[in-house]
Structures are given as C-alpha cells and as structure tokens.
C-alpha cells in the first residue's frame, strides 16, 4: 500500500483543453480545428533601434517574438530574404503592396530604446491584406534584463489579437531537474521561463523532491519532500525561499498538494493506517478536513476553476479512475469509462475539460475529457507520458516523457490540446512534474 501510495505520488501534474475557432478584432483569422491548419504567414522585420545601445536588444526582441509565435504551430515566418523592402523608421507608413508580394498576412513592426536602466519596446501589428492595423499600438517597459519578458508580453499581445485566445508566453514553470542514473537520481526543484530560459535552483538536491505546484498568484510552490525519510508537503515562497512543513503528524504521509483558486487553502492526500485520503488545509489556521473516507487510495485532487468541486483519482472500483466530488466532500460521481488506468487529473482553466494520465496496452497517454467523461480525447502515447500541466490560456498542455531503458531520461514536452505540436522544451538536465504559472503581471 505504502509502496503504491508513493508511486500514485509521483504521477501527479495538471491540465488543460478546448479546441479553438477565434476571430481577431480585423478580417485576419486563424480557424483552428482538431485536423491540421495551414499556418499563418507573418512578417516581422528586425525592430528599429531608437538609439545605438539599444540594436542588440533590438534584434533580439523581434527573434525572440518570431520565435513564440512559431513554437505555437499557428504561424509561420516569412524570412527576411523575402522582403523586397523592410521599413526603416518605425513611425513610417507601411507599404501593404511589398508585403502582399510575398504573401505576408500579419506584419509586425517595432522599435526598442535604451536608456540607462529603462528599456522601452514599442510594437504596432498589420493586417496586410485589409490594409488596416489591429488596434493601437502598444508599448512595454522594462529594464534591459528584463528584455526576455518585454519580448514574451509583445508576443502575448499579437497572439491574442489574432487568435481570440489568451496570452501565455509570459509565464512560468516550475519542475523537477533530474540528474544521474534511474535507481540513483538527484532531483532539485528548478524555475524557468515558459521556453526553457532563465532557469534557476529552489533547492539543493540532497533531498528527494515531487509534484512542484504554483499557486495562482505563482509567488508560492507546494511540494512534496522526503526529507524527513517520509512524504511531507512543504510550501516554499518563490522571491525568499523560505520554506515551511504544513503536514507533519506523526504515522502519517502527506503527498499530492495543490492549492485552491483562492490561493488561501490546500487540497492534498495523507496515508495513514494502511488508507489513503484526501484533505483540505486552511493555510491560515492551519487546520485540516477530511473530505473523502472510503477503504481506497484517493490520490491527485485538482480544484475546478470556480473551487466549488474537486477532481481527484480512486481505486474504489478496482482500478484506477477519475471522479469528480464536491469541494466540501460528500458522494462522487465517476468520470472516466474507457478501458485502461487512469490518474493525474487536473482540471481546465476554463473549467470544461479535465486532462490526465493514460495507461492502457503498456503504453501511456496524455488525454483530455470533459467533466461528464464525455469526448475522450488522447493526445499522446509512449512508453511514459505522466503529469500534464495546463498552460494559463489553456491552449497547450505540458507533461514529462521517460525514455525506456536502465538509462532512461526523463524530459518535458508540450502539445496543443488538439493533439498537434508535440514539442520538447528544453531544460538544462532532465526533467519531469512541471507546473504552468498564471501570466505574469
């Protein structure tokens, strides 16, 4: 029981899905449905530099704004080769016939300014074939550290306007970093940017870490901790890195957390006495509630959006399901149907899907349903796909992927909740539990 409990653990992770049909606030228009589309063609010349110490910074703005854009799988650049004439001066009227020519649907356009510490980004985006631009051009400030994030929010807001869709470049995940051999892995919890950029360490390695969740604000991160030799959760504080035990009784394990909407209470499982159940914690108080207390494992709770209900996987039918109860407890419906195993489900943003993990045939699958179990839908198989994590806007799901083998790595990918644009993102060593922050302010 013990030894089960513990693996339930390890698969823990979070969702999200919805197919897209968006319009932007002009003709241009990306119509995304479950087969494949034609990506949209987009120009984006290098931005201007308002003054000589801002013209690397420049480049790399509109690199890395281009970049964002393809990664989705929506759009495809068209490269500078191409351009019969790019503009020279940010403020100067655009020539719609040079950039019809090439058959450029969007143009992006942008100048950066550098002064002392201030960093200044200014964008404007073209819907070539209306000869209209959409909207106001926007600008961003920053310091020029923070030219990555400008970037990101550049991104966000061009995305938005052509797709309907929310932002989410600029965000973060929080992870498990693996290194060393299967039977003697290290794993520290890590930070990055939505892209792999700008990782950094929240612990040392010398304990064995699980399951990292953010918070809705994303200053805090539960996880789960072997430090004391059994399961504990601990909340750490993103910017001080102080950290705290919040379940420590003895006879007990305490495993699988994540936080409610609210952001001021906890969900989690605790084993004890040969039973595994789920609980909720006021973080203020400090005092806990049982909400589920049949002979099973009840393991993985994930809050709806609205924090009125709470998705969560049992083996009280036998094997292992999905079902959805009340966040004050009570009688739970069943969900999942299909044949096979299921576990790590984590509730939609948007609250009408739910996504988990699949284990059918020896193979596993990242799959979404909707909260009545309807429309099943697996996005991805392999020899161990575990944990998705929903992406602020819903869009794409993050997971970890393990390669087979004595040697086998653990990574993480992403896929659009339509099954297409299966990516990996790149981390400095191997990793798996990702976490997706809410967009940044």
Not at 24 to 48: D, K, M
Not at 92 to 112: E, F, H, R
Not at 348 to 359: C, E, I, N
């Amino acid at each position: 029981m013990m030894i089960r409990t513990v693996l339930i653990a390890l698969t823990l992770m979070v969702g999200l899905a919805v197919p897209l049909k968006a319009q932007s606030q002009g003709p241009l228009r990306i119509e995304i449905t479950e087969g494949v589309i034609e990506p949209l063609p987009f120009a984006i010349p290098a931005f201007e530099a308002e003054n000589g110490a801002a013209s690397d910074v420049a480049r790399q703005l509109s690199a890395l704004i281009a970049a964002d854009l393809i990664g989705t799988g929506l759009f495809r650049e068209i490269p500078a080769s191409a351009f019969i004439a790019a503009p020279q001066r940010f403020d100067l009227p655009v020539q719609y016939a040079d950039w019809k020519a090439i058959n450029a649907q969007a143009l992006i356009t942008g100048s950066a300014a550098l002064s002392g510490n201030s960093l200044t980004v200014k964008f404007r985006l073209y819907d070539v074939f209306s000869g209209a631009e959409l909207g106001n051009g926007l600008q961003f400030k920053g310091t020029p550290e923070g030219w990555r994030r400008i970037g990101h929010k550049v991104a966000d807001a061009v995305y938005a306007r052509i797709t309907g869709e929310g932002p989410y470049f600029d965000s973060r995940v929080v992870f498990v970093s693996e290194t060393g051999p299967k039977d003697a892995r290290s794993k520290r919890l890590a930070i990055m940017d939505y892209d792999g950029a700008n990782v950094s360490f929240l612990t040392g390695g010398e304990d064995i870490v699980l399951a990292p969740r953010f918070s809705p604000a994303a200053d805090r991160v539960l996880y789960t901790s072997y430090a004391s030799g059994f399961p504990r959760i601990y909340m750490l504080d993103v910017g001080s890195n102080k950290r705290q035990v919040l379940d420590s009784q003895d006879g007990t394990m305490s495993f699988a957390p994540r936080f409610a909407p609210d952001g001021r209470t906890i969900v989690y499982s605790l084993a004890r006495g040969g039973n595994t159940d789920i609980f909720t914690m006021d973080l203020q108080s400090g005092q806990s509630r049982r909400l589920t207390s049949s002979p099973s494992i009840e393991t993985a709770p994930s809050f709806a959006p609205d924090g009125a209900s709470i998705v969560f996987e049992s083996d009280r039918s036998g094997s292992q399901q999905l079902y959805i109860m009340s966040a004050s407890g009570g009688e739970a419906r069943r969900i999942s149907h299909g044949a096979g195993r299921y576990g790590t489900p984590v509730w939609s943003p948007r609250g009408d899907l739910v996504a988990f993990t699949k284990q059918n045939k020896g193979r596993f699958h990242i799959g979404v349903m909707r909260t009545d179990g309807s429309e099943e839908r697996l996005l991805t198989a392999s020899f161990l796909d575990e944990g998705p994590t929903w992406s602020p806007n819903g869009r794409v799901i993050m997971f970890h992927r393990e390669t087979q083998g004595a040697a086998g790595r653990s990574a993480l990918y992403s896929v659009d909740i339509s099954g297409r644009n299966l990516r990996a993102v790149r981390t400095p060593e191997g990793g798996s539990d990702p976490s997706w922050s809410p967009v940044q302010n």
